[in-house]
């Protein structure tokens, strides 16, 4: 089916100011948008209020208003310019909330503006707690067991069927303050109590809790004729408890067996389908119970999010351009995978490689603020990274984040076992450095799983490069083997922390090492050719190729 | 035809001072080499940009914006050269080690950015140029910062040389604020020496942006900052044109920016920030590279600033690239590229994460703690500012109660913006200090109690919605005061507050015209 003719204006919503949970991302996804409507021929028109971001530049819409991103002003931009639909999925919730506003006052129907990407039954279906909660009983998918209470009472008539322990947080307090856990019944009594007087309407809200179990993200496109297509699974590190964007995160997922990828699959298409977002991308979001397998879902995001950008930029398939071309009406098998030209959008990115995202914070400009991290994001920005291995790409993220950290090393042997202990049960910006110094003390996979609750095999692959740190540090530049560089630049070892290990200096390392080789970000796992010239660095072992007289001529395999 | 590569360098992870301001100018360098004929190649590891799309350049190189990884590209691709002054601090870093490796760093060369960041030789260029800066010293020990404090005179600000965007930089008012800050915050010793300088209270702040191409240089715009000194100039809001500077003052700033430029051999972007007091203008801090308001200023004045500095960049002049410009008769004195009868004003607003950070005081100082802006654009500045304010998050209230308590310092300048607001139909609640000042000066007020006195005290005024904007200057140490629970409180319950008292009288213009003209709307593309 080809694009609609009935619409020709569009209206496309930013998201404003760069906040803590909403950065530069819905840049990326705005500019992109913007970009594919007008090479659909659409005219665009844009507001945003933040002048920093590349979309609001005057050659991206065809018309740009940098003005306040508040319902009155809206309503006057769509007075003057009339246009024929509204896209606000790609602005984050800012944008949403927007639509969602000039929708419930009428201003979208008096001005004859349709909403596409997403209506407003499926964004309210998504966003308003309790109708979530029955769309999903119907489709016969978990969630965690909670309950709207006002009074003591109220609480002590529900805590039966929740189960200890229970997250309890009060309604509408700024930024989730006053939330706590409760673990017994006197605990419960105290914490609910402190609960309702914090929150300005009385009201707190009891959750089964869910905190250590695994956490999932599965970035889903579907069409107007019903295909859906995964385009990327994210694993966090970090279990429950920890809002998204602050957990280090991986892509694809590492630790779900098929059946349980192919489980997830199944729920995520069923989700976007029960909540009825027609075309477009979402992110549903997973924790699957380490004990006995179960997952429950947490949320989706009828909208492109942070997780969206991320998905984008680790399998080159770009999210936001197809949720645009969708929303005018193109499906999936329509449109064609810029990076391979041959591949249509229907046809799931498919990777070879290992992504990690790691959270970048700020506490030094906040020194009074409690640095726990918890379920309210306080991140100020991220970085990925791309690697051949999982060891390869955390490492190649530590180096990226700009701290003056090359490695999992940062001079933690001056603290006793309870500091160290206890960094890794609190969650923390530094977990991370703390785990790697457990381990250097000799402590367990099984013992630092108990305390942090992450995935043995993460822990595992952690444990095995500081292992070889510890290896390197017996050697020195002139001892070590070319075999053993060059598996420690496999593992992700940078120049300067060799230099720290092996006693030299980082352009010693330089000289001696072998060279990098560049992959390229192709979406098929090399399948087809790829046209898009996006690539990341690794230390691929040599490759062979016979020649015609029978000897193997050994190349390092480069794609740039 | 083939030009070569050219490798430009990203931002890196955002963090606070250094967002997405950068990534815009990146991203614009990478458009203006692409149209040069230029192979442009990105080299960027956060994954939240525009730049990091792979349709922006012709290559992406999605790695650590570290040595060893530009090194390993740069020999892989052999490129002309590379770009380091548009992502910040990020890539800045990484000119010189890149240059002792034989890399070619294009534009301005790490020598200036070198002699603009090291105190010494920026003091003797100043001096050459017979410019002014605040005096200032360097103390390598407790005692010779005490003696240097009394020389310059206080208030000082004073911060530890190794830490970089204004960490731990505090204004600090007598020896014994002093002593507390050597003895308490910061290590002082011989290699880490304490950086004073004198703090010129009440002064007007502003940046520039200016592109120069070596013999050329134009100013993009002078910008006024709305709050004084002492307030980081990446929390200020800011307006272009400046809104209460003279003519004079303004050619003169204009004058001085082109002469630093020529200094410094610029080639590219540099931002200036000045002082003014008294019609006498102090130079503060030079960098010759794209600031953070390069966005903003591009798109108040319509000209790419980023883009026509990489044009620089790859060798082309200013008269080719802008020849428009200079045929420019009559010029605005705020900028080189308006003309004298441009009429409007943009005004940027910063937002705060206060409300993430629920223990800390939301009060602006030298150390910057916002995370993203907004712009606000009309013809009538209290439109522009009260745009801005909404941007931000800020709904300015029409009618209802004011608060207001401020300094001694501050209080004869009250008085004006007072009255205005009772002619605007607020009432105005006051607690015992300003109340009585206020009355002494005809301004009739409903007295308040403090967070001691008697309940309901001020905080839970504000609680209950009975207050519908603040003004509340702090008194100099801070100290968790009322004026912390009070600033929480308007934090929480989201009403608009000002801390300054330039804040404040923006704040009366914006609500007064609101009232009288209403808000419109107007796309870039019509103006």
């Known amino acids: 089916m080809p694009k609609r003719t009935d619409i020709q204006r569009i209206l496309l919503i930013g998201s404003g100011p760069i906040v803590i949970g909403q950065a530069a991302e819905f840049d990326y996804s705005g500019t992109q948008g913007a970009k594919a409507l007008k090479e659909e021929g659409y005219e665009v028109v844009l507001v945003n209020s933040n002048p920093a971001t590349i979309m609001t530049d005057p050659e991206i819409a065809d018309k740009t208003y940098i003005e306040p991103l508040i319902t009155p002003v809206i309503e006057k931009i769509i007075e003057k310019e009339r246009p024929d639909a509204l896209l606000p999925t790609l602005g984050g919730q800012t944008a949403l909330n927007l639509a969602v506003d000039l929708y419930e006052k009428g201003i979208l129907d008096k001005y004859n503006v349709k909403m596409i990407g997403a209506s407003y039954e499926a964004i309210k279906k998504a966003e308003d707690r309790e109708l979530f909660k029955e769309a999903m009983e119907r489709i016969g998918l978990l969630m965690p067991k909670s309950a709207v209470v006002r009074s003591m009472a109220e609480a002590f008539e529900v805590i039966d069927w929740i189960g200890f322990p229970v997250i309890i947080r009060p309604s509408f307090t700024l930024g989730g303050t006053g939330g706590s856990i409760a673990y017994n019944q006197d605990e419960f009594h105290t914490k609910v109590k402190a609960g309702l007087e914090a929150s300005p309407i009385h009201e707190v809200l009891l959750e089964e809790s869910v905190i250590g179990w695994k956490e999932f993200e599965m970035e889903v496109m579907r069409d107007k004729n019903d295909n859906c297509v995964i385009v990327c699974s994210i694993e966090n590190l970090d279990p429950m408890g920890i809002h998204t964007g602050d957990s280090i995160t991986v892509a694809p997922a590492m630790t779900l067996t098929d059946r349980e990828y192919q489980i997830l699959r199944n729920y995520s298409i069923a989700v976007l389908r029960e909540i009825g977002i027609e075309t477009g991308g979402s992110n549903v979001q997973f924790a699957q119970n380490p004990e006995d397998g179960t997952f429950y879902v ?6 492109v999010s942070r997780s969206s950008a991320l998905a984008s930029k680790a399998t080159g398939f770009p999210i936001a351009k197809i949720a645009a071309k969708l929303a005018v009406g193109y499906t999936l098998d329509e449109l064609s995978n810029d990076i391979t030209k041959e591949t249509p959008a229907s046809f799931e990115p498919t990777i070879d490689y290992i992504v990690t995202k790691i959270p970048r914070f700020d506490f030094a400009k906040f020194p009074e603020t409690d640095s726990t991290l918890t379920t309210m994001m306080k991140s100020v920005g991220e970085v990925m990274a791309i690697g051949r291995t999982f060891k390869e790409s955390i490492q190649k993220a530590v180096r990226s984040l700009e701290l003056g950290r090359y490695g999992l090393y940062i001079g933690l042997e001056k603290y006793d076992e309870e500091t160290i202990r206890e960094k890794i049960i609190k969650p923390n910006a530094d977990r991370l450095w703390y785990i790697a110094e457990g381990f250097r003390r000799g402590w367990s996979v099984d013992e630092i799983h108990s305390l942090s609750h992450i995935d043995r095999w993460f822990l595992n692959e952690i444990k095995e490069i500081v292992d070889f740190e510890q290896k390197l540090s017996d050697k020195t530049l002139g001892t070590i083997s070319d075999e053993e560089l060059e598996i420690a630049k496999q593992m992700g070892f940078s120049d300067k922390e060799l230099a720290r290990l092996l006693k030299t200096t980082e352009d010693k390392i330089r000289e001696r090492r072998i060279k990098s080789s560049f992959k390229v970000v192709d979406t098929c796992a090399a399948e087809f050719e790829a046209y898009t010239p996006y690539y990341y660095s690794s230390y691929e072992s040599l490759s062979g190729r016979l020649s015609e007289d029978g000897s193997i001529t050994y190349f390092r395999d480069s794609e740039n | 035809m083939e030009k070569g590569k050219v490798i430009i360098l990203g931002s890196g992870p955002n963090r606070i001072g250094q967002g997405i301001e950068f990534d815009y100018a990146c991203v614009h360098c ?26 922006t350049s012709d290559k992406l190189f999605f790695e650590p914006i570290v040595l060893e990884h530009v090194l390993n590209i740069i020999e892989a691709e052999e490129p002309i050269g590379v770009v380091v002054q548009f992502g910040g601090q990020t890539p800045l870093k990484l000119a010189v080690p890149l240059q002792n490796y034989g890399v070619n760093i294009l534009g301005t060369s790490p020598e200036s950015i070198d002699i603009a960041e090291d105190r010494e030789r920026f003091r003797e260029l100043v001096i050459k140029l017979r410019l002014k800066q605040p005096e200032s010293g360097i103390a390598r020990s407790k005692e010779e910062a005490v003696i240097i404090a009394e020389r310059i005179g206080y208030p000082i600000l004073v911060r530890p040389s190794y830490v970089l965007g204004g960490r731990a930089m505090r204004l600090v008012h007598d020896t014994g604020e002093l002593l507390e800050y050597v003895e308490e915050a910061v290590y002082v010793s011989e290699d880490k020496p304490l950086l004073i300088d004198r703090f010129i209270e009440d002064a007007i702040e502003l940046d520039v942006d200016a592109v120069a191409d070596g013999e050329d240089v134009l100013v993009g715009a002078i910008m006024e900052h709305i709050e004084e000194v002492g307030v980081h100039s990446g929390d200020s809001a800011t307006c272009i044109p400046p809104y209460t500077l003279k003519d004079e003052i303004m050619e003169n700033i204009k004058e001085q920016t082109r002469k630093l430029a020529i200094a410094l051999g610029v080639k590219g972007l540099m931002n200036v920030q000045f002082a003014v007091k008294n019609d006498e203008i102090y130079i503060i801090e030079v960098n010759p590279r794209a600031s953070r308001t390069v966005p903003f200023v591009s798109k108040s004045i319509g000209y790419p600033l980023a883009k026509i500095a990489s044009k620089i960049i790859v060798g082309r002049k200013l008269k080719e690239i802008v020849p428009k410009i200079f045929e420019l008769k009559e010029k605005h004195p705020s900028s080189d590229f308006l003309p004298k009868d441009f009429n409007r004003f943009s005004i940027k607003e910063v937002v705060f994460p206060w409300n993430r950070f629920p223990e800390v005081d939301p009060l602006l100082g030298p150390e910057m703690k916002s995370t993203g802006e907004v712009m606000g654009v009309d013809e009538d500045f209290g439109l522009a500012f009260w745009k801005a304010q909404a941007g931000a998050g800020s709904i300015l209230p029409e009618s209802g109660n ?62 209950n919605g009975e207050i519908h904007i603040i003004i509340n200057t702090p008194s100099g140490r801070r100290e968790r005061s009322d004026a912390y629970f009070i600033r929480r409180a308007a934090v929480e319950h989201k009403i608009p507050y000002f801390t300054t008292i330039r804040g404040a009288k923006a704040a009366v213009e914006a609500i007064k015209s609101f009232k009288e003209k209403g808000i419109s709307v107007k796309a870039l593309q019509d103006s």
Request: aromatic fraction near 10%; include cysteine.
């Open chain 2, 402 to 463: 004011i608060f207001i308590s401020v300094a001694d310092k501050d209080k004869p300048f009250i008085v004006e913006p007072a009255k205005n607001l009772q002619k605007l139909g607020f009432k105005i609640y006051a607690t015992k200090g300003t109340y009585k000042f206020l009355k002494e000066h005809g301004i009739q007020a409903e007295l308040v109690s403090k967070l001691s006195e008697e309940r309901p005290n001020i905080v839970d005024r504000i609680r």
């Open chain 1, 298 to 303: 947490i949320e989706m995001n009828p909208r």
């Open chain 2, 30 to 55: 990478v458009w203006a080499l692409r149209e040069e004929g230029y192979k442009a190649i990105m080299v960027n590891c956060n994954p939240e940009t525009v730049s990091t799309d792979y349709d």
